[in-house]
């Protein structure tokens, strides 16, 4: 074999090396990327699930506080005013009823916003009879709503609870707020070894992918909720047919 051969033969295997060495150096860049990519999205969510845990703590903290301490001075500032109403002549008397009729209303008051800041229904009762609930409270600000469920209130651990009640609650919401709905239905199911929530109205609806509703605050905190317990959520909508919202969460 000529020198001129041999020569050939060594550019050949110099130049499959150094192609070798820049797929190698390639795969190792990507994968690389790919370690860290993951690294930040899995830090990411882990600050995110705190976050949220965080805010429902504090929800507690402050729901407690209101119910435990604040209410219960206003019912002691109630007994006092009911005291000197008794006392006092008849023109005193109707205003001192006055004032504490406000005090009535405002303990009410404080009590619905304790309530919705930690329905205390989700661990007495369960999540069916807490979305019942829920449903009422919107009945009152004028958006009917019906609860289905057929899951039994024993099946899903306080987490998934708490999650999925705060997807209804920020989901009727926005029906209330954004939909121009006179119904809303809220279905709740065992499905596919997981729990199914769907919330659905009679509103204008919306198109899902357009960049305010991608972005919106709202909508993104249900698909948090829903991504932190490694469940989805979809959302359907069409302008002038209403829209569906339906988040699946796994059990276990």
């Known amino acids: 074999m000529d020198d001129s051969v041999l020569q ?7 130049f499959l090396a150094a192609t070798l060495v ?3 150096l390639s795969a190792a860049f990507v994968t690389s990327m790919i370690i860290q990519q993951r690294r930040y999205l899995a830090t990411t969510r882990a600050f995110g699930g705190r976050l949220l845990l965080a805010q429902e703590e504090e929800r507690t903290r402050v729901a407690r506080e209101l119910h ?15 005291e000197l109403e008794n006392r006092s002549v008849e023109g005193g008397s109707v205003r001192l009823a006055g004032f504490r009729e406000e005090l009535h209303d405002l303990a009410d008051e404080i009590r619905r916003i304790a309530h919705r800041m930690h329905p205390s229904s989700i661990e007495y009762l369960g999540l069916p ?4 609930q829920l449903g009422a409270e919107f009945g009152i600000q004028g958006l009917n709503v019906t609860v289905n469920s057929s899951l039994d209130p024993s099946d899903a651990p306080s987490e998934v609870r708490t999650a999925l009640y705060r997807i209804a609650q920020e989901a009727l919401r926005n029906v209330l707020r954004h939909a121009s709905a006179s119904h809303a239905a809220v279905r709740l199911a065992r499905e596919a070894d997981g729990i199914i929530l769907e919330i659905s109205d009679d509103g204008c609806g919306f198109d899902p992918g357009a960049p305010a509703a991608m972005g919106g605050l709202g ?11 490694e469940g989805r959520l979809t959302i359907r909508s069409r302008d002038g047919e209403g829209t569906t919202i339906t988040a699946w969460v796994p059990l276990g």
Do not use: H, K, P, Y
């Open 22 to 24: 820049a797929l190698i």
């Open 129 to 132: 009879a807490a979305l019942v």
């Open 219 to 229: 909508l993104t905190s249900l698909r948090e909720r829903a991504r932190l317990l």
């Open 68 to 82: 435990d301490d604040l209410i219960q001075r206003i019912g002691l500032l109630g007994q006092d005013l009911q």
């Open 8 to 14: 050939v033969e060594r550019i050949w295997w110099i």
